[in-house]
């Protein structure tokens, strides 16, 4: 009876999880956050898109208002106005201003979705 070489065989790269997840592979991770949703579009017929690149931490005006009122109202209850609150407001404040450019890109998103409609109709 012939002994059946039993050596283990290396996964391919694609399979291979602690491969595809290390430093080396981010090439791969990258192509595939191009390739998997160009996949989708394909599937429900997208043809064109356009993306808004921006800051995660942008805020839509409601949010923002938000929070400056709240950092004003514990500022206004504290006996003593910490540095972490002077901060806190600065940052707040910042926010607000800086959520116009949230508030002009949903506005721009809208519009654009709007003429988009008109042209296949």
């Known amino acids: ?32 956050e191009f390739l998997e949703p160009l ?21 839509p005006l409601k949010l923002a208002k938000v929070a400056y009122k709240e950092v004003l109202r514990r500022m ?8 972490a609150m002077r901060r806190a407001l600065e940052r707040t404040e910042m926010d607000l201003q800086m959520s116009r450019y949230y508030e002009d890109a949903v506005e721009l998103a809208r519009m654009l979705t709007i003429w988009s409609k008109k042209l296949f109709h």
């Open 1 to 32: 009876m012939a002994t059946v070489n039993k050596q283990k065989r290396a996964l391919k790269a694609y399979r291979n999880v602690d491969f595809l997840n290390s430093p080396d592979a981010r090439a791969i991770r990258m192509l595939s």
């Open 39 to 59: 996949r989708r579009f394909r599937y429900h017929g997208i043809k064109d898109t356009i993306v808004f690149f921006g800051s995660a931490r942008t805020k």
């Open 76 to 83: 206004k209850k504290a006996r003593r106005v910490t540095p």
